[in-house]
């Protein structure tokens, strides 16, 4: 172990200057007087620990007294204090008038002045506060302090010398000046320096130090067991919690534990989340300092997401002193008489007490009374609107159009040609069109009627057009349309909403104008964390209370999370409490983020509670523009503008309701207008589809003029005549027996009965004594034609002697037809090939080989036949049915037309293709295809999870990667890359390289330098891989979900992903998270790859054994576990079918036997009751 270095020797190391706050220049607020230590009497020198122990106790005192946080700074510096607000700005009137307020120039301009300074003490704070340890980690307060620090989020490298700089920083400039101090790490477990708090001196500091030097990374972020460790510490005053990931436990439980552990104690609490970009972890953070009443602190080293409590406090004063000064010298303006004067009404004392959103832009006669319109139109959704107006409903449909003049095509067996026949008359005049049900239809094309279609199609359009612009102007923007009676509108009011307050008024306003007044009954119910209803139960829609709701909506403030559930059942509990008296109710629900609540809590609620009544919830989700600042604030819950619709979309479709999703300039998304946007769709391809017929039907008719331009004397234009003239074949020639029979029945014959006219028994039927007939010269002809088949028997036909009767020679006798196949030999390959399973038994299933039992044993002659017999008045078998044994398949009898001997092959071919299986899922369970599956293509990059939670497994992956690389990389000369990921990302090499054993030897050295840490990011690994040049498939190796969302890895991959089409295997590694599986599964299936998983893989050899030296005998032992990977669910889904197959031939073979056995006993009786 390298020796450690003291703080100076390391700082100095990483190239650090450490400069305590206290030695560098100090703000006005912090200037302290040291006291007078007098001459130098040449005693210093001897008794300079002394002294410098003295120097430190004064220290320590000034630095308790000065180092404040902002919530205490600010209350001798706020504008309150300094009495710097607009009510002590009136109470300096020097006018006597009651309507106007006089100042002198001097009175507003020495505010003016006080405000400037203000406003730089303000900066210079801040300054201060972006400065030293007090920029990463915030201030410290307290004297008993407990240092509590998460190493789950650290890596080797720079990011850790930079983490132990920063820590060394902090005890040289804040903790030292404490007087107790205590330090704990955690990760998955917790590691502390001593088992109480130490009072600090330069020995606790000094071990502290090398404590810091050797923090290694851990896996996982257990801060629950932290918590329960550092809470039993009675003498700290004060925790500082220094986080850098997403905490394992969910913020309810740490929240609740740490509110039951500090009743009763005057403990301070500060939360500090360190290079973190996880929106979760500072969530989480902040969420669970403000819930203990403590002090968070959010620092990245690349300047992201840097908030802190003692900041924004800075921010949010200094920011309240800009708009006074502004709105100063906006106000006082005229000059009277060296005094500058103000309207009452523009400058008040309820001014100084106005929230911010006040300060927000606000619509033109914002705050006026409602100017109240009458709906003129009915309300409809566009779903029932087009019921009316839709192409179905205006009998515009393009089936419709064309039915009358569409006919199927007709169909005839010929007896004497053996086969069906199509008419060919739509080749002449109708065109062929693919119908809705796929059939294919003769349209005969109407020019006129298709003309004057495609007119109405496009009037259509244009009123769909009209339809939409009507939903996207006004109120309906917003909410939509409101077509209920009796409304409840839910208006979200949450402290994110803040700085969007005036845009929520503003939509509330144009609804009760717009489109309220026509209403029966409505209410309005604002829930932050608390719900406030404006009435107890639902008013009628008349303007004194429409007007009452406004006044009302212009008071709400916006606080508190987003408590969307408590809010709902208070309507429908309260409001709609007799919702199934009455018809046509609706909630509708204006917010902006995801709930509090988990997405199916509130699917199932809603879905229980409309049930069976007329009640649906509709959600109108209004997305905020990026830059708007709502003061840093994080919701309870965390998701993307894409998750919030994606979970509104699963409430709303519970509830049978409509969505709509709109920003400040555009509708997003709308169920009303996505239903007639796929109207418009519609009728754009039947338009498409008409102009496809009429352009064929010109087509032809151009081909048609061309046919007739060509003269007749054209070898072709004959060729065609004569190849669709229908041709008359020669007689036979008569024999010397014919024309003797003729001789002599000639007096015989009768005119009016005559030997009908000789006619082949085939069409396909050669007649040797005939003419040769020559072949027809083939033209080129647009359709084409299949090939007729070959006659497979050749047959002469000849007048006999007797009469006019005509004999017939086979010279080679057909096939006879055999509904029972017999049973195939078959051949399996003995070499292992290297492909997915579900391409092996596209070659080698059950079915492809012909060895399914069914298809085999029973066709459908086998059917057991019984009929009803009238004179004896009951169902009477057929006579075979005694000559076959019957058994009962799938509750069919049917007779069992097979031999034992048959069914003996057939177990023997079963069994060899069993054993076959089996072979081959032992080789999918041996070497590196246990962990990794099947390697199939040429150009691979393997990309493995090294995040915390991978520790324990690393040695174990390293030596099943090393296993890969040699067996199935080198040996079938792969070009690969090797992708290590966690926090970030590393790749082996820059791009794909051969598989050499060179390269293979520098990888395997590569792989046994792994090491756990951080979190999975594995959309980052994933943009890296997709990114080398030539690479054909990605195999992904993890044990958990992603610290991303899934929806988005899914969505950002199919982006990468349409440049070049490259396959995804996902490879599960010991993970029993179901949701974690399932993402892995949708993310291959989506790429066109495989999902693997290798659980059960040591269960599945030893079943694998059994059966090969015990035999397949008994269906039910030995069995394989149930795979989840790909190619073994499938393989072993196919064994489990023909071990299925294997039962029932024996038990059919069984039955057989016995069958025979009874037959020949019952013979025996019947010969010996003869004989008697």
Known sequence: MAPLLDNDQFLAKVGVTTKSSLQGDHPPWQDFTMPHLGPDDGLLVMYITKTQDLLGVQMKKIQSKKVQTTE?????????????????????????????????????????????????????????????SRKVFGLIKGTKVGLVVDVSHMSYGPQLLDFQKDLLCLIDEQ?????????????????????????????????????????????????????????????????????????????????????????????????????????ASLAVLKNFAEAVRGRYHCYSSKGENFDSSDFRLLLQESQKAKDLLKTIKQSFQRRIGGSLVSRLADVSIEFANTTPSNFLPKPPNHEGPLVIQTPCVLAKTSADWLKTYGLKAKKLNLYQVLAPNAFSPVEEFIPILKKTVSSTLHEKAMMQFEWYDGTVKNIHVDLPVLHNYQKLLAKMVRIYEKRIDWLSVASRRIWGNVIERRVVILVDISATNSMCIINIQHSLRLLLEEQMSNKDYFNIIAFGSDVVPWQQELVPSQPENLENAWRWVLRLQCKGSRNFMCALRRAVEVDFKDKDKHKSQG????????????????????????????LQLHVCLFSLMEDVDSNGIIPARYASQTETAIAFKEIVQAANGRFHWFGEADIFESDDVTIIVSEMEKANNYSQKCAFLVESLKQRSVNQSINLSIPEGDANVLTKK?????????????TALSLHSKDNHGGERNASVRAPAWRPTSAKAEIPPAQAIKELPQTENKRKHKPRKKPECSVSVFYTDEGRNVGTIYRKYPKTMCVRKSVPSVTLPKKEEICSSKEWLTKYSIKKLKLELPRLMFGPSCTHRKKTVESLHKKVSAKYCTIFPSVEINGVVKHLQVQPKELEIYTEQLEKVLQRYVERIQWLLSGSRRLFGTILEANVCVLIDASGSMEPYLPHITKELTSLIWEQLRKNEVRFNLLRFAKDTESWKECLVGATDETCHDAVQWVSKFHAHGNTCILTALRKALSFQGIEALYLLTDGKPDTSCSLILKETERLRKKQDIKIHTISFSCTDRGANEFLKKLAYQTGGRYHCSSGDVDGQLAAHRMLTEGLDDEDDPVFPYFEGDDLKKLTEEIAKARSFLKQAKSLRLLLQKWSINQKDNSGFQKSAQCA
């Open 587 to 614: 909630l509708y629900l204006l917010t902006t983020g995801i709930p509090d609540q988990e997405t199916h809590t509130i699917s199932a609620y809603v879905a229980e509670v409309c049930r069976g009544f007329d």
């Open 722 to 734: 004569e190849k669709r003239r229908p041709q008359k074949l020669p007689s036979p020639k008569p």
């Open 175 to 279: 903790l030292c000046y404490k007087k107790q101090l205590y330090c704990l790490s955690f990760s998955t477990e917790i590691s502390s320096l001593w088992e109480s708090p130490k009072n600090i001196n330069v020995h606790v500091l000094h071990e502290a130090r090398q404590w810091i030097q050797q923090l290694e990374p851990g896996q996982g972020c257990n801060l629950l067991k932290a918590l329960k460790h550092v809470f039993m510490m009675k003498e700290l005053n004060s925790l500082v919690f220094i986080v850098g990931s997403c905490p394992d436990q969910p913020l309810e439980i740490l929240s609740d534990y740490a509110q039951q552990c500090m009743l009763g104690r005057k403990l301070q609490t500060h939360a500090v989340t360190y290079d973190c970009s996880n929106p």
């Open 72 to 132: 205490e700074w600010l209350r001798n510096h706020s504008l309150e204090s300094l009495k710097l607000t607009l009510e002590h700005l009136c109470s300096r009137n020097s006018g006597n008038c009651v309507e106007e307020i006089e100042f002198t120039e001097e009175t507003v301009t020495d505010f003016e002045s006080r405000l400037s300074k203000v406003i730089e003490l303000y900066q210079q704070r801040i300054q201060w506060l972006l400065q030293d």
